[in-house]
């Protein structure tokens, strides 16, 4: 499993507002683009498609937790698919991994903004191989994405 946050969180800071890109929604398909012309290039009938599987989401269960949990506090029905019994951690992680479809309220989840400070969670692009011969290209995407190695900053 090679967890890719696509967008950093760096602050984009002008005269009058702050700006915090935080959704990877946008990421897959671009993606896979990229991909399908390296393995077009290199004379490969493969695609993205049949090398990997990816799935867009937040970090960890605790969000799609506490949305659910803010529901029920508010006597509001659980999102279709969920009950009581549900148990959202391995809902979590049968998605990550691509054995159940991703529902629609995880979405909503990824794209609710916080009352206090209008921002979204935090996601994160889960690219899966679907073949142990297809982790290392998945890994150098990885290493690729994270090369940037200096930040600064500055005070005043």
Known sequence: MIKIKLHSITDLITNSSTTIFTYSAGCIEPLKEMINEIAKTLGSDKTCDEMFDAV??????????????NLIENDEDYPEGVDESTDIDKLFEDVKSK????????EDVEEDESRCDYYTPDTFLYLIPKDEKYRKMGE?????LYSPSHEATRDG
Do not use: A
Not at 56 to 69: A, F, N, R
Not at 99 to 106: A, D, T
Not at 140 to 144: A, H, P, Q
């Open 99 to 106: 054995k159940v479809e991703k529902p629609k309220w995880f």
């Open 56 to 69: 867009i989401l937040c970090e960890d269960s605790d969000t799609y937790q506490s949305y659910v949990d």
């Open 140 to 144: 150098l995407i990885e290493s690729f």
